[in-house]
């Protein structure tokens, strides 16, 4: 299998406020360092199947670069692969961030998203974030078109400002696929029915 180095591109992140009451959690609930693997398979309407793994999937929690006492920071890595039994697809690697807020039941779609980016030219992103906030933060993504893809992070650095309290993350890895499938002209489009999947990774500890 084709292996493709994290790209250094345009990373793109949402922010959404969610309600804080009963989602507060401790430093406990997230797990830190060596994160289990994982996997998925999803069929569509017209028989595109899609599978989704995980391994090798690290965080390391560390001091945040603004060192203010203030900031929540971790290094993750690990690698993503996507194949398809037919079409082509589009994959897409990031991660959920959120401020004292439990994310383990949080998933992509959230309501009254603000939108952010910022150059990823160096690996880092730092995403400022008050308590009961997340983020919706895209690592690194690309084009499915020979049944197999493959989105290796090593090191991607995740600085969290603005918490002052516990902060915590999880892995995303979304795949949308079609026969046909083409993104040409910024629109979407296929010879089939589109299938989506994601695939969410273990909540971690940002330091």
Do not use: W
């Not at 401790?26 to 996997?39: F, M, V, W």
């Not at 998925?40 to 690290?58: A, C, F, L, M, P």
């Not at 807020?101 to 150059?119: D, M, R």
């Amino acid at each position: 299998m084709r292996k493709n180095p994290m790209r250094t591109a345009v990373v793109a992140a949402a922010v959404a406020a969610v309600a804080a009451t009963g989602l507060t959690t401790g430093a406990g609930a997230a797990d830190a360092a060596r994160l289990p693997n994982g996997s998925k398979t999803s069929t569509g309407i017209d028989g595109q199947k899609v599978t989704i793994k995980r391994t090798g999937e690290r965080a390391n929690p560390m001091p945040s670069v603004a060192n203010n006492g203030a900031g929540r920071a971790a290094a993750v890595s690990g690698t993503y692969k996507a194949t398809l039994n037919k079409g082509k697809g589009h994959m897409q690697v990031g991660y959920l961030v959120g401020c004292q807020v439990n994310i383990s039941g949080l998933t992509l779609g959230l309501s009254g998203a603000i939108s952010l980016s910022a150059a990823s030219l160096s690996g880092a992103l730092t995403v400022p974030l008050n308590p009961g906030e997340v983020a919706v933060v895209s690592s690194d993504e690309m084009m499915i078109k020979k049944g197999k893809a493959t989105l290796m992070v090593d090191g991607f650095h995740i600085d969290v400002q603005q918490c002052g309290g516990y902060a915590a993350a999880r892995s995303f890895v979304k795949v949308m696929a079609a026969e046909g499938m083409s993104t040409e002209d910024g629109g979407l489009s296929g010879d089939s029915g589109f299938i989506q999947s994601t695939l969410y990774g273990k909540p971690f500890s940002l330091n």
